[in-house]
Every structure is written in structure tokens, then in C-alpha cells.
């Protein structure tokens, strides 16, 4: 029997792309650039908890741990929640353990939209929230946050809220842009989600990488929040285990209730030898923290040097560890292009802007740099991108 063509294709998959930072990072291999493109760390996990995690598995947790989290880490999930942020979280009947905060957001919009519902996600925005939306059967509705502080346009962001609104996504601190939402931008949100009876679900993954004294706050502590919140969380970042794919979800009782049944069956539960070993994760002291920052600082610092060297206007991060760039002026026609040209010519692999937006060309002047790297991965950066400095200003002689 001959087959139609895409008949074996989903409709609700039918405009995916590839991800274009993986996509990027196999170019990267492929001409050894030096990879400031997926936002993984190149430095080594803290030792304490690679230590928790040899224990874990040595000691037996090798079985599935209750779907949504074993009970240790729920436990230490909620502490961390009342010793940071003063809010009560029931370990028991308010949190879903998942894998990484990638499941956590599309098991939550699985959990709350129906098709045709509308999800208002702000843009630039971390790539996965459009097929997330998609996926869920859910309508995305675009607003913009614009450079150089990334500020929205409060009408506007109303004017994307409409009967048919079942939740905004936000991130902060944001990738790519590195903004931190406000006390006061996150009032209007919630306002508006009270307003409308929508839900705001938050990606919160980049929470202690702040900067110039930036404050994070979970919009879940906001008057009138607590029960239209849905928290997404992640060890990812805050402990360098990309790959260990442990986060979680805070919700409501009853908004938990769904989010675990389509976790449950989307994955079963993250690896339980990685939850014992988050139990010790957040029981690290608070200095653990001061001394994430403090290495992204500088981190920060030296890449916004080689960058403004190397002729790249910043948008100066207040949180999480990208640069977003203008690279108005290198004269290339798209940021596809110029990072081509980037990984080919400088050995240098970055994210072009387009990949954060939803029409291309509203990213084609920006490329995303990533900094959870090692000082020596910056410095060669830098020196790679001198040359590229330096053939730019060649041709436009
Ligand atoms: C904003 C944001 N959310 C989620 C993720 C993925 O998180 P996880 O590794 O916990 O699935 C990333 C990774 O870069 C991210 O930047």
C-alpha cells in the first residue's frame, strides 16, 4: 500500500523545527568552535553532590520513587520554599516532582488547557514554550518584551488577555534576555490574571543568577497569586546538573492533582536516585548561593568585555547567563548567516536571535551568547573573536 505523503506526521506537529541550539551545537562540533550556544555548564558539578548521587545509587534508590517525587525531596522542595519566600507549600498534596523543568511546563499546560484555549507568552522566549503550547492544543498569543531593558507595553499585554485566556507563561530571570521582572510588572500580570481568571505559570530555573541586586520574586507570593499560580522549577541551573533532568512543579491542591495524573503517564518520574541526591542539593547553605552569583558576576563581566571588544552592542543581563546582542553592525543580511559565518570563520558558536521569536525576523538582529562556561572557554572565546573583529573591519574597509 503506498502511503500518503505526511500521513505519518501529526498535524499538531507539522511546523516544528529541529531546535536550532541543538542544531548549533552539532556545527559546532563539527568545526570545533567554542560553544557558547546551549546553556550547559563546561565546569564540573559540585562535588557534594556528585558524592550524593554515587551514594544514592549505591545505597539502593534504583527503583521508581513515587510518581510525583520521593517524599524526602518534596520535603526539602517545601523548605526551601518557606526559607527563601516565607510561603507555606504543602509537600503532600502542592508539588509534582518531574524531569526537569521541561516536563514540568508541558505536563502543567497539558494539565490546564483545552485546544482553542489561549496561552500569552512573552517574546523573546525560551524556544520551548511555543511547541509546548502547541503540543497542548493551546493558541499562543505573542507580546513583546522590548530592548534595551526589555519593558512591555502594559496595553499591549492587556490587549493579548480575552475570554479566551487560560494562562500567561513567564520567565524570570528571562533567557535569553536576562531580564528580571519587577515587583511592579508582576503586579499587572497578576491583576490581569485576576481580572481575566487566568493562570500564570512561571519558569523560575534561573532564580539565584541575579545581578546589580536584582530580586527574584515568584509571582506565586503576590496577593490573590497563591492559587493561580503554577510554580516550574528545576535543579538544573542552580546546581550545574543539566543532565540529571530533575525539576518540580508548586501548584494549588487541585491544579497539582491533573499536573501529577499527566506527569504519571507522560514519564512515570524523574530518576530517584538524582531526587535523594537533591535532598542534599537544597539542604546546601545559603553561602552555596552567594557563591553561584558571585562566579556568574564574573563571569558576566569578562564576556561583556570580549563582546564590546569585539564590536557587539549588549543588552547587560540582570539575571540567568545569556547576552543577548545587536549585530546591527557587522552588516550581514540575518543572524542565521552571521553565525554561520561566526562558527565557520571564528571558531565561536552562539544562538541566533530568530529562534526566540515567533517570525524570524524580528530575531534577525540579535545572536544569544551563553556564559556558564569556565574562564579559560571565555578567554579562548575571546581571542576567536577578535579575529572576527578584525576580518569585519577588513571588509568594510
Ligand atoms: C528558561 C528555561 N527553562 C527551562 C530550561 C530547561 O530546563 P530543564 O533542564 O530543567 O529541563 C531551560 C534550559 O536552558 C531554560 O533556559
Same mark, same amino acid.
Given at each position: 500500500m503506498k502511503h500518503t505523503a505526511g500521513r505519518f506526521r501529526s498535524r499538531r506537529t507539522a511546523d516544528f523545527t529541529e531546535s536550532v541550539i541543538r542544531e548549533t551545537t552539532r556545527l559546532a562540533i563539527q568545526h570545533g568552535a567554542v560553544n557558547l550556544a546551549q546553556g550547559m555548564p563546561d565546569f564540573s558539578t559540585p562535588e557534594e553532590l556528585k558524592g550524593a548521587a554515587r551514594r544514592a545509587v549505591s545505597e539502593d534508590f534504583n527503583q521508581y520513587a513515587i510518581t510525583w517525587g520521593a517524599k524526602p525531596f518534596r520535603e526539602a522542595i517545601a523548605a526551601k520554599y518557606r526559607r527563601w519566600y516565607g510561603v507555606d507549600v504543602d509537600p503532600e498534596r502542592e508539588i509534582t516532582v518531574c524531569c526537569g523543568a521541561t516536563e514540568s511546563m508541558i505536563a502543567s499546560l497539558l494539565a490546564v488547557t483545552d485546544p482553542g484555549d489561549e496561552v500569552v507568552i512573552f517574546e523573546p522566549f525560551y524556544e520551548n514554550y511555543g511547541p509546548d503550547a502547541k503540543l497542548s492544543g493551546a493558541v499562543p498569543r505573542f507580546v513583546k518584551l522590548r530592548p534595551p531593558d526589555w519593558s512591555f507595553d502594559p496595553d499591549e499585554l492587556r490587549a493579548a488577555f480575552g475570554p479566551r485566556t487560560k494562562a500567561i507563561v513567564l520567565n524570570t530571570p528571562n533567557n535569553p534576555t536576562g531580564k528580571v521582572f519587577s515587583r511592579q510588572e508582576l503586579e499587572f500580570v497578576a491583576g490581569l490574571c485576576q481580572e481575566f481568571d487566568a493562570l500564570a505559570i512561571t519558569d523560575e530555573i534561573y532564580e539565584h543568577i541575579l545581578y546589580d541586586g536584582a530580586q527574584h520574586i515568584p509571582? /506565586?507570593? /503576590?496577593?490573590?497569586?497563591r492559587r493561580r499560580s503554577i510554580l516550574v522549577n528545576s535543579m538544573s541551573k542552580t546546581y550545574s546538573v543539566t543532565g540529571w533532568r530533575v525539576g518540580w512543579v508548586v501548584a494549588a491542591p487541585n491544579l497539582t492533582d491533573t499536573i501529577r495524573k499527566v506527569h504519571d503517564f507522560l514519564t512515570v518520574g524523574a530518576a530517584a536516585p538524582l531526587q535523594q541526591a537533591g535532598v542534599v542539593a537544597l539542604s546546601l547553605p545559603e553561602s552555596y548561593y552567594g557563591q553561584l552569583a558571585a562566579d556568574y558576576r564574573a563571569r558576566r563581566e569578562s564576556i561583556l568585555a570580549v563582546l564590546e571588544a569585539a564590536g557587539f552592542a549588549c543588552y547587560r543581563p540582570r539575571g540567568a547567563y545569556y547576552v543577548m546582542t545587536d549585530i546591527g553592525g557587522f552588516g550581514f543580511p540575518d543572524d542565521v548567516t552571521f553565525v554561520r559565518h561566526m562558527i565557520e570563520t571564528a571558531g565561536v558558536a552562539v544562538v541566533p536571535g530568530s529562534s526566540f521569536f515567533a517570525d524570524p525576523r524580528d530575531g534577525a538582529r540579535m545572536v544569544r551568547f551563553c556564559f556558564c562556561k569556565k574562564y579559560e572557554t571565555l578567554k579562548e572565546a575571546g581571542i576567536r573573536l577578535q579575529r572576527l573583529a578584525r576580518s569585519a573591519s577588513r571588509a568594510s574597509r
Open positions: 509571582i /506565586l507570593t /503576590l496577593p490573590g497569586m
